[in-house]
């Protein structure tokens, strides 16, 4: 393996935020995830897609360094993230992550929720880090509810307070695994309004999702995997339409033929 950090000279063009080199790890003795390699350059909105058990959430969680890598490393931002054999070198908020559950804390507002990690983690004065909460609570489409408690908000709204959460602490990327697949299809809506709206701002996004709209239109890319690969990866487009590997097309053919409209809505 290099002993310099896997993407360090692309990435002082500025250009790449991630890059993944053969990354390896299995359960059990079971492997989950093979020999991926992943490069995810400034801006771009990546969507993961595969059938349960894929191995997309590993995947996911090896690019934020929450799981110990067997094989391969990853660089982020130019530094060594995660390597095979050492424990993740962890990067704060730097990179964001939004999960099917929302995970806020019952106890605290969702001003409280959003501004609690800059306060704790960043050392930001405590009205700073409020009104910064509230700005981005705005930007989430929840200026009204920003004093309420998780349990007096819906789903996708507690989504979104989840998202201006992560926001706050300014990470330079933002992983997603299936955020609206715990949400009815109208709550479904504005969390997916949420991201197309992050993405448009040029935040770079990987994102786990079963919404097939929302990978058609608000990605740039679309990763395929099955069996803990990546069996193709493309311009969403592409991919959509005509895809190289055969695995891929019945992958899309049996999705897009379910009448969940969820799935093929935007
Ligand atoms: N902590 C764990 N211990 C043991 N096996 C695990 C663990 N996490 C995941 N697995 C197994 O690894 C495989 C891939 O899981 P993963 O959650 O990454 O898939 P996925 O593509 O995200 O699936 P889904 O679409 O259902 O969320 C599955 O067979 C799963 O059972
Ligand atoms: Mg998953």
Do not use: W
């Not at 110990?68 to 990179?95: D, Y």
């Not at 019952?106 to 983690?121: I, S, Y």
Request: charged share 20%; with cysteine.
């Amino acid at each position: 393996m290099s002993t310099t950090a896997p993407g360090a000279a692309v990435t002082t063009r500025g250009r790449t935020v991630l890059v993944a080199e053969n990354l390896g790890r299995s359960y059990h003795g079971n492997a989950v995830v093979s020999a991926v390699d992943l490069t995810i350059p400034a801006g771009q909105t990546v969507a993961v897609l595969g059938p349960s058990g894929a191995g997309k959430s590993t995947m996911l969680r090896c690019l934020a360094g929450l799981e110990p890598l067997e094989t391969g490393s990853v660089g982020f931002q130019g530094e060594l993230l995660s390597k095979a054999g050492s424990t993740p070198r962890s990067v704060g908020g730097r990179i964001g992550m939004v999960f099917q559950q929302f995970n806020l804390f019952p106890h605290l507002t969702a001003t409280e929720n959003v501004a609690l990690a800059p306060v704790r983690v960043r050392g930001v004065p405590r009205q700073r880090a409020r009104e910064e909460a509230h700005t981005l609570l705005e930007r989430v489409g929840l200026a009204e509810r920003r004093d309420h408690y998780p349990y007096e908000l819906s789903g996708g709204q507690q989504q979104r307070v989840a998202i201006a959460r992560a926001l706050a602490m300014s990470p330079e990327l933002m992983l997603f695994d299936e955020p609206t697949s715990a949400l009815d299809p109208e709550f479904t809506r504005e969390v997916l309004a949420v991201m197309r709206d992050l993405a448009d701002s040029g935040m770079t996004i990987v994102v786990v999702t079963h919404e097939m709209g929302f990978a058609r239109q608000s990605a740039d890319r679309v990763v395929f995997m099955a069996d803990g690969r990546i069996v193709e990866d493309g311009p969403a487009e592409t991919l959509f339409t005509t895809p190289r590997r055969e695995r891929t097309r019945v992958f899309f053919e049996q999705i897009l033929g379910d009448s969940d409209p969820r799935r093929v809505g935007p």
